[in-house]
Structures are given as C-alpha cells and as structure tokens.
C-alpha cells in the first residue's frame, strides 16, 4: 500500500467513524468533512485534565460514544487516589479534573464498566467532600491558594448536576457569579482571591465568559423539574453574560482576548462558545430565536479559522493561553458548537 493509498484508508476509517456520530453519510476517500479535520486535529494534541475532559464531552455531544469511552478510560486510568480524574503532574488543580466527570460517568452507563463508574464516583466525591472550599462553600479553582475562577463555572457544576447533586451544582454557580460578576459591566472578571478578598485578575476575560456561559447551559439543561425556578435563574445569567458579550463583539464576528481591552489580541473561541450557547437555549425555548443570527455571524467567523489541518487558529493558545494559537479547547468547541446547531436545526 502506497503513502497515499494509506493516508485515503485511514481518513475513510477517521472520516466515517466521526461523521455516524453526526448523522452524516460517510465521506467519499479521502475527502474529509471540516469536522473530521477538526475533530482529528484535536485528537493529535497533548492534554491536560481539562483538555481531556472538553475534548470528551464534545464527542459526547456529537453522539460518537466510542470515542467518550476511550477518552474516558484514559482519564480514569490515570486517576490520583484523591479521585481526579485525568491528573498527571497537576497537583493543585482543583476543578479542572471534574470537566472529565459527565464523559466518565456517560461511558460508565454506557458499557456498565464498574470501573468507569468507580471512577466517576470518586471524581463526585471528591468534589463533594475533600476539595478545598470557601467558608460558603464554593471550591476553590486550585489547592494551594483560597482562588476562585471563572473557569470553574464550566469544569465542575456540570458534572455535579448530571450525578444527582443538582442543588450543589446551582450552589457552585451562585458562589462564582456572587464574586466574579461584574454587574456594571454585565460582564465576569476572571480570578478573585477570598482570602485576601481581592481580584487577582479583574479583567474580564472573553474565554472566561464563554466557560461561564457554556457551562451554565450545562447545568440548566441537567436540572430536574422540580427547580423550575433554578432553571429560570440561570437562563437569567446566560442571556446576561451573552448579552455582555455580544455588545463588545467586533465587526468581523470575533471578540478581544480581553472583552473591552481592544489593544488585546483577537481571539477566536469566545465565538463558538457564545454560538454553542445560543444554539442550546434557542433549541431548549428558554433564549429568543433572535440570537440566532448572532450565532450564525459568529459561527461564520469562527469556521473561517479552521486551517487546512483542521486546526482552529487564533484561539488562546495552549500552553500559556495569553496569544493567539492554538488549543484543545478551541477544537473542541468547534465540534460542540456544530454539534449544537445541527441538534437545534433538526428539532
């Protein structure tokens, strides 16, 4: 077999394997869709436990379960005896290990592997019972400092509320919003020190808010019935946090690393986190279907940064995330964001 021949057979194999999970027809050899670039692109990256953990949960959301198990036996495979799932040569990250819960515990029903729900039981409690805390309760963002991120907002609640804590779950969002939201500006600030009681960084980070948005999405949807009034308070903050959003968004659909900081770098992923967040409350019926067209001008914008590789450029990039490059993230909130508009256009 020919170089060629082999690079034609095994974009057929990734090609079709990925596209069933969208509902798609297989691609013809060797002609890969932009989601299979994406999505094989994304897979080629070094990660870290919440790269692992996005990673997952987008082809959770893509309805590939083969790939959420295999992600997810990697993140419990290496699991600390603390219970963090995904963790190797993370020892004070807190939160960033609990973005890998929901795709564990998904697998877990999926192949009713003990050991898989083992795992997402002990990523629960540890969550539950050992991870450091603020005197009210909300974890701290890392171990060896009293800090709360914004980040927080999409690694931890999520989880809480799909594995039967859905009142801890809206207890974490209230304690994060409660120091990080920036009332003046309808915008988060980034990270707030509750020992010193100060920001750490008060900027208001566009990532940051796409975090809070998408995983406030996460927690409403999980939410059972009874806390109709949970729900409705949250699709508040959403639509807030969108709105503040949006009115910083530039011409070309794109936003500053720094939401109001034009002299900060224009960055990619805040665009499809913000769509991926419109898509799921316009299909939900708790978002007004007039922010469609500003997932559209968002999702244009985005998708127009996807490289010949299926690399999405321009997003923070890995590892240090102050400039322009590329992430795991970024690939994964493309393939969500796609994930999210096609379920919302089939509805």
Not at 192 to 211: H, L, P, S, T
Not at 229 to 250: F, K, N, S, V
Not at 287 to 313: I, N
């Amino acid at each position: 077999m020919s170089a060629r021949d082999r690079r034609q057979f095994l974009g057929t194999i990734a090609g079709g394997t990925l596209a069933a999970g969208l509902g798609q027809p297989e691609p013809a050899a060797g002609a890969d869709s932009l989601t299979d670039r994406v999505a094989r692109a994304m897979l080629s990256m070094q990660r870290a436990a919440w790269e692992q953990g996005v990673a997952a949960q987008a082809f959770l959301e893509r309805g590939d379960m083969d790939m959420v198990v295999l992600l997810a036996r990697e993140a419990a495979l290496r699991q600390s005896p603390d219970g963090r799932l995904a963790n190797f040569g993370e020892p004070d990250n807190v939160t960033d290990m609990a973005a890998n819960g929901e795709p564990v515990l998904r697998a877990a029903e999926h192949t009713r592997d003990p050991a898989l729900r083992s795992a997402a039981e002990r990523m629960l409690e540890y969550l539950m019972k050992r991870a450091p805390r603020s005197p009210d309760g909300t974890i701290h963002h890392v171990a060896n400092k009293p800090e709360l991120w914004v980040d927080s907002m999409y690694m931890a609640p999520p989880f809480l509320a799909v594995a039967g804590e859905p009142a801890e779950a809206v207890r974490q969002v209230e304690g994060l919003r409660s120091r990080l939201w920036n009332h003046d500006k309808g915008l988060f600030s980034h990270i707030w020190d509750d020992g010193e009681q100060r920001f750490v960084r008060q900027a208001c980070w566009g990532v940051g808010n796409g975090w809070a948005a998408a995983g406030m999405v996460r927690v409403r949807a999980a939410l059972p019935a009874t806390m109709a009034g949970d729900r409705d308070r949250l699709a508040g903050y959403i639509r807030e946090t969108i709105d503040g959003c949006l009115a910083r968004r530039r011409p070309d659909g794109l936003f500053h690393d720094v939401l109001d900081e034009p002299s900060t770098f224009v960055e990619t992923n805040l665009a499809q986190m913000l769509a991926y967040s419109i898509y799921r409350g316009v299909k939900e019926g708790w978002l007004d279907a007039r922010y469609r067209d500003a997932a559209e001008r968002m999702r244009t914008a985005a998708l127009a940064k996807v490289d010949a590789e299926g690399f999405v450029q321009g997003v923070c990039g890995s590892p240090t995330f102050d400039r322009p490059g590329t992430a795991t993230e970024g690939q994964a909130f493309c393939l969500l964001m796609e994930a999210a508009r096609q379920a919302m256009s089939s509805s």
